[in-house]
């Protein structure tokens, strides 16, 4: 039988699991400093919920299975549920809500390198009723940055504001903005000549596509030079001007969090194609830009729409955390030392365990997490902490029970020696 | 459309998601006391590696579906998944290995109050290569102990050993125990009389049925009482005895560790039939026995048997945390009064919001959880903290950054003065 994991399916030892958890652990940490409220949606829903905001793509990529005469499928994101969460609670909630959820997505691609057909999101959300408040979006860099920070990565914030796009098409007059934007997006693969034919090809002319082109080369500009020269194109489209403004109030005050170095705006990041109305942000890895992003949201002007007729904004962010592991792991980014949370194994050198139970009890109760190997043979016992690096091993034989003392090894060091028991707490 | 989650699934609000999250934090940190390690298996699997322990029942549950040419399906519980984990991973594991999983299962059963389709499972399990020391079998009951006492809810875990049954059954000639288990697993329900009218229909003689029905009667005594009363039993099975040693063995360590008055013998505990083979636990609550177990589990012999010739015997145990959650919920036992991890809601009340975001990036550093509301409003700002329970609120007005200084309100006594700003982390 094969017992191997499916292909697309990361399953980790016990050292690889222990970095994983450190790192989720540091994301929710950092969600919860600014206030974030933890929710859990299920793995499963009916089909009918999820779907509905599929397109095409979506479709083809979700678990989905009848049981008895109810059509199932996996959650392929936590946006969807998220929406329907909010949707039916919508009167329990205090608004902003501000939420997070870490937790398993599911999507049936075909398997390929870096791809995963289970992985985690880290998502956060600040959802609003009717309308949310613009410095929600200005806050969104500061926690990519605390989290980026406390990780010792480096990182560039990409910014923009799909406004700005949209009111830039509607003023050289290009309805189909959908496909421009697909087309643009894959012009560092093909090239600039390629993509002037393909925007040719989708009905653009000469002077339209100049245009466009004339936009992006602001963006080799620093942030300021940018906005200065956003603000001198003559578009004269409302929505254009509220994008830029609402791009200079968010880089203002990043700018005033000091964390201004590491944002840069860059107009070509558009964020999937409709979802999107406001601020978008992509985060690189300065050292490895070659992974993509791997943080990356925008604000969205009505996220239920689906399933309710209340409007309810939102500005969110997600972290695609196993992929991100997963890369970290293979760039030799992440630390693989310590293999277990076992501060101190007790050893007992005779049958009478009961001072090795109690002195494991009293650690245990001052928060040292403490094992207690089986009697006898001294050699495994070593080889064993050894092996899960843990950094203490006690002795307790005749000799320390007679004499009130315990014999302590530190396994780093090699260092032995006797302390008497009512010292232990301050022996390591 | 239908928004709410499907039958069988829990979906909580925030404030229940928070007190879940804080049941299940505690647990895991207790289960990493011990020294446990985490590991994650995929909740989808090929259908063939789950499904080989299952039995018709297992089988009917199973969330099962195809997808491509594979058959998948989702994991019934934790156990089959480690199983297939350590064939996988034998020799890059660590012997024991003590790892510890908190994950959630999903079991397709027909909808019914208390059971759900998609719950949490917290199951520790120290497997041996080959053996296993006894000593892990006396640990588990101060692991429960640990958990049940930080929850602060009066418990009893009840303890047996399978041996023990199985040498009795020997010793009486009877061939099919597992019917006879499973008859006498009813009999609080049906009653003394139907049950040995059953085992009649089973083919046990009178005497047979008059042995077993002696042998549980010694369970009204006091776990001295059982263990004379067991050795003073004519019974010349060698594996009854090896039981009978097993279970005072554990007993003793459970009295050593101060915690023999939780502990109470329970001939009739057998949990389940064929998987087990020695130490078998079962917890209650006091306050709540109609709830039956909150945690169980025991001694096997052959862990990944299905999956590799090499032997792992292990001993572990399982809690079922959304069950456990959820009647506790309904009894009044959670505590749902901390709605959000937010500790001081900062308040601008002028546009410049310089100081106001500085004061939050030093709280956070401070990891004290702060939310900067949008400027103005100081009646919605009191509001939401009041409706999320946050405890201070911090205005900065003009005044406040002229003056240097911070006005902090206390939301629990109403109290609001003000401080120098340099003096804020010593204000609340």
Redesign the interface.
């Known amino acids: 039988?094969?017992?191997?994991?499916?292909p697309g399916?990361?399953?980790?030892?016990?050292k690889e699991?222990?970095a994983f958890?450190r790192l989720k652990r540091t994301i929710e940490d950092i969600y919860?400093?600014?206030?974030?409220?933890?929710?859990?949606?299920?793995?499963?829903?009916?089909a009918?919920?999820l779907l509905?905001k599929g397109g095409g793509e979506t479709d083809k990529q979700i678990?989905?299975?009848e049981?008895?005469d109810?059509k199932?499928a996996m959650r392929f994101d936590l946006t969807v549920p998220l929406a329907?969460?909010v949707?039916?609670?919508q009167n329990?909630?205090?608004f902003?809500f501000?939420?997070y959820a870490i937790d398993?997505v599911?999507r049936?691609e075909k398997p390929q390198a870096g791809r995963f057909?289970?992985f985690y999101q880290c998502d956060i959300d600040v959802i609003g009723r009717d309308t949310l408040?613009l410095?929600?979006d200005a806050?969104i860099p500061?926690i990519i940055a605390?989290i980026f920070s406390s990780l010792e990565l480096d990182f560039t914030i990409k910014i923009n504001n799909r406004k700005i796009l949209n009111g830039l098409f509607e003023s050289l007059d290009i309805k189909d903005s959908v496909s421009v934007l697909r087309t643009l997006d894959s012009i560092e693969k093909v090239g600039e000549k390629k993509t002037k034919e393909e925007l040719k090809d989708i009905g653009l002319d000469e002077k339209q596509i100049e245009e466009i082109f004339n936009f992006y080369k602001l963006n080799t500009k620093t942030n300021e030079g940018i906005l200065t020269s956003l603000k001198a194109l003559e578009i004269s489209s409302d929505i254009f001007k509220k994008g830029v403004e609402e791009l200079e109030f968010v880089l203002q005050?990043v700018e005033?969090?000091g964390i201004g170095e590491s944002v840069k705006i860059d107009l070509t990041v558009a964020r999937g194609l409709d979802y999107y109305t406001g601020t978008v942000y992509e985060t690189i890895l300065n050292k490895y830009p070659e992974i993509g992003s791997v943080c990356g949201g925008g604000r969205y002007d009505d996220l239920a729409g689906?399933?309710t007729n209340q409007k309810f904004p939102g500005v969110g962010i997600s972290i695609g955390l196993t992929r991100l592991f997963d890369q970290l792991k293979n760039k030799g980014e992440i630390n693989l030392e310590d293999?277990?949370?076992?501060v101190m194994?007790v050893l007992p050198l005779t049958e009478d365990?009961?001072l090795c139970?109690?002195l494991a009890?009293t650690l245990?109760e001052n928060?040292?997490?403490?094992?207690?190997a089986?009697?006898g043979n001294m050699k495994k016992a070593l080889n064993?902490a050894n092996?899960?690096n843990i950094p203490y091993v006690i002795f307790i034989g005749e000799d320390e029970i007679k004499e009130n003392k315990y014999t302590i090894k530190n396994m780093i060091t090699g260092e032995q020696k006797s302390v008497a028991q009512e010292d232990i707490l301050e022996a390591f």
Chains 1, 2 share one sequence.
């Open positions: 039988m094969n017992i191997n994991v499916l399916f990361q399953e980790l030892l016990p699991q222990i958890n919860e400093l600014y206030g974030f409220r933890p929710i859990e949606t299920p793995v499963l829903e009916r009918e919920v509905t678990y989905q299975f049981k008895g109810t199932l329907r969460y949707a039916k609670n329990e909630l205090v902003p501000k939420r398993r599911y049936g057909r289970e408040d410095s929600y806050e500061s605390s005050e005033t969090l689906y399933y293999d277990t949370p076992t194994l365990r009961k139970l109690e009890d245990r928060f040292i997490p403490t094992e207690v089986p009697v064993y092996k899960l």
